[in-house]
């Protein structure tokens, strides 16, 4: 499968300004997506855990399957897992930040991580303000910047992605909302590679209709079941898969862990259905 890349300027940039920093801090939170803890790693995190202690954390527990979680929390060292829209676990990650406090001086850190897995969430809720801007598009979070309260002087960064990933890595995150949809060649390839992946690992649960042999078939069903027709009874196959990966990566059609710390990697799912190498800045 050719390799896709999502790399604009504010993630070089962002990564630069973060090793400029990281010796001014006294710890590195990590966050990842509960659903997929390998996939969702931040591609930084191996060389900045060199430098300063990380705590992880795992955002969306809401979302993700209960079992599978806990082996992901039993196998990661200093790993908690969060409901950062309902401010549930957050306590534990305080106090294991706090941890690291100097005592003539608030303690310093930063949160990293790949696009929209909660990162500037995390920080409104560590600081008990909504000064970082938060929404569900990946990228929203465009600079380094530094935020102070209860004791915590916090650095906001950017969402930062690989541009050497594997191939298929960005097909795993459009699925979460991690990656555009655009960089693995559109919400129908995307929402078909998703419907190929959970038949390969008996999710079928989380689609909503009779799955078909043939997956394009399936999210044809997809798309009438959720009102994304054409003149002459067709299907609006890429809305489809638009409407098919938002409802699945909202949790609409359950929790799910798409991967186990065991060897399970959604990214051993690969898929020859992905668009030409390009790269979007
Ligand atoms: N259900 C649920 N939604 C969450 C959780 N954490 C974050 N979100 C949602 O995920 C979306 C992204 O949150 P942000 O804090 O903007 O993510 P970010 O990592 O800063 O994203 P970028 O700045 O784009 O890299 C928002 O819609 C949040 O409400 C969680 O634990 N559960
Ligand atoms: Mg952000």
């Avoid at 306590?91 to 930040?97: E, M, P, R, Y």
């Avoid at 689609?207 to 798309?223: K, M, N």
């Amino acid at each position: 499968m050719p390799r896709t890349v999502w790399y604009p300027g504010h993630m070089a940039k962002g990564t630069r300004k973060l090793y400029e920093l990281v010796n001014k801090l006294d710890v590195i939170v990590e966050v990842r997506d509960a659903r997929a803890p390998a996939s969702t790693s931040s591609p930084l995190i191996k060389s900045l855990a060199k430098i300063k202690p990380v705590i992880h954390v795992l955002s969306h527990k809401d979302l993700a399957d209960d079992e599978k979680l806990k082996l992901w929390l039993n196998s990661l060292k200093f790993t908690y897992a969060a409901d950062l829209r309902k401010r549930e676990g957050l306590a534990s990650v305080k106090k294991a930040i706090m941890k690291f406090k100097p005592s003539h001086r608030e303690v310093r850190l930063a949160v990293v991580g790949i696009p929209n897995v909660g990162k500037s969430l995390l920080l409104n809720s560590l600081i008990g303000k909504s000064n970082a801007s938060v929404g569900n598009i990946p990228g929203v979070t465009k600079s380094v910047s530094w935020y102070k309260n209860e004791g915590m002087l916090i650095v906001d960064s950017p969402g930062i992605l690989d541009p050497h990933a594997e191939a298929g890595a960005h097909l795993i995150l459009s699925w979460l909302g991690c990656a555009k949809a655009e960089v693995v060649g559109g919400y129908e390839n995307a929402a078909i590679s998703l419907i190929k992946f959970l038949c390969s690992r008996e999710l079928v649960s989380l689609i909503p209709v009779e799955v078909d042999e043939i997956p394009a078939l399936t999210l044809e069903a997809i798309g009438r079941k959720m009102g994304c027709l054409i003149s002459g009874g067709r299907v609006n196959m890429e809305l489809a898969g638009q409407k098919f990966i938002e409802a699945f990566s909202s949790g609409k059609f359950g929790r799910v862990c798409l991967e186990t710390p065991e060897g399970e990697r959604a990214i051993d799912f690969h898929d020859d259905n992905v668009c030409d190498e390009e790269v979007l800045i």
